[in-house]
């Protein structure tokens, strides 16, 4: 029998047991797809990041020994589409079996099913062996529990995978460090500049792109792109990131700052959801790094971190394949105005957004609390139907893959599910964002003023949307202190507050 096996963009693991023997029978087949390109428009640096990846991934099996058929992007001979792709290899490879990596997205996984139906050949699903838990890891995990909260996850992987955790107990005797994650960034501790991860030029991949007419968002500077594109590269950063970030990931996480958009972040996320480097190479090279250096890492830097990659890496995609398909129709909070023009230009008098939204076109990436408290805050407040805010965050972002977006996105930055993911919406003032950053230093609007022109929108916004979904919230016992303080506002207030975020929500593009 010879097999065609096919390898998705984000299926580039190296230490996959596929690739441990080479095999005379069998075929790998990668392609840069229109049907992949097309379907929202993506960042520039995330097409050409991908691009570059599967080269660079495809070149080295080649040089291993595997028998591997690459399309690139305008190659004529390219079918662009899955079931094409397929149906042509099988054919021209003269193959009579087909396998394939299960794909970590449900639109792919129904494509693949339905391919493989048709094919009168026996065809057969792998694992990709990248992620800790297998899709139903969260069904079992909660199977009859009405919530699903992270933390018990979260703690059960700790358990059973021995990560920080010593005799029984988890290390510090503390399971989570969150409370000391909160400081505020003022220029110091020093950032040091990581190296740029590659010296490669991009330039070719970028031609084929702009020429192929494929619609993408952002900006690109070939100097300075700092995605990393090989598992050696990732191996790389994450080194650096051990040495000089992790001893103060915790205690920045939470910040942000005008002048440092990685701040303390490692930037892994693109490897890892490309599946160059597994999420468990990084959970033990920092958990190592942590035990061999305790006089520069403290224990609450390495939680902070781990608990990402081991909880809610692991938890997202729990949730995603529990809850989907429906996950992506839900809109609990039944909001159903436009995204803002400026999401997509960065040009707005707020400055928080401005600078997000800018550094996010020009990078492709924002830090977590960029992505939840500045750009989610504002669309949820101004009522966004998911939809819209889904499709900027699934293009926006290099890392950005829907098993992962979606339920960030829809979940724990628009609460439109409801409360699966988080138990309350994350919706702030300007005072958390005067807290945990600069930005409302140089903004054109007063973070103390809540009506008025000068006055910052979010205040508005803010006492207006709690107003607005008092029907939806009022009852989630989180909420109850908000609730009691919009109680405790007269008449004249609440008016003065309504009509002022009236106005922003008519016409956010004029803020
Ligand atoms: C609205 C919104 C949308 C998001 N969309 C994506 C997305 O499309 N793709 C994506 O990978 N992450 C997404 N995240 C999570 C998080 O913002 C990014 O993983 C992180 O900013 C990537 O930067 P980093 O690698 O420097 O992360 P670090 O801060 O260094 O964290 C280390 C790693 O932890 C993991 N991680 C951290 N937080 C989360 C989380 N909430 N869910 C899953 N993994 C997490 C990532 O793999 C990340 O690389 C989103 C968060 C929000 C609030
Ligand atoms: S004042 Fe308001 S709009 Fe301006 S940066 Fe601060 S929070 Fe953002």
Sequence with gaps: MKTLRLLLGDQLNPEHSWFKTVREDVVYVMAEMRQETDYAPHHIQKVVAFFAAMRHFAKERIADGHRVRYYELNDPENPQTLPKLVEKNLKEAGCDCFEYLLPDEFRLDQQLKAICQELRIPA?????????????????????????????????????HGVLYDHGEPTGGTWNYDAQNRKKWKGSPPIPEITPPHQEDLGPILRQIQESGIRTIGRIDLRNFHWTITTEEARTLLAEFCETLLPYFGDYQDAMHTDEKTLFHSRLSFAMNSKLISPREVVETVETYYYNHPDTVHISQAEGFIRQILGWREYMRGIYWKEMPAYAQRNSLHNENPLPDFYWTGQTKMNCLKKTIDQSLESAYAHHIQR???????????????????????????????????????????FADGGIVGTKPYVSSANYIRKMSNYCQACAYDPDQKTGAGACPFNALYWNFLDAKKQELQANPRMGMMYRLLEKKDKKEMDALRERAAAIIANPDAF
């Design 372 to 414: 939840l408290m500045i750009t989610g805050n504002f669309a949820l407040l101004t009522q966004v139907h998911p939809d819209e805010v889904d499709q900027w965050y699934l293009g926006i972002y290099a890392d950005a893959i829907e098993w992962v977006q979606l339920p960030n996105t829809r979940g724990m930055s628009q």
């Design 124 to 160: 057969r699903a792998y694992d990709t062996e990248h992620f800790y838990t297998p899709r139903e890891a969260l069904e079992e995990h909660f199977r009859g529990k009405k919530q699903m909260v992270m933390e018990s996850f979260y703690r059960m992987m700790r358990k059973k």
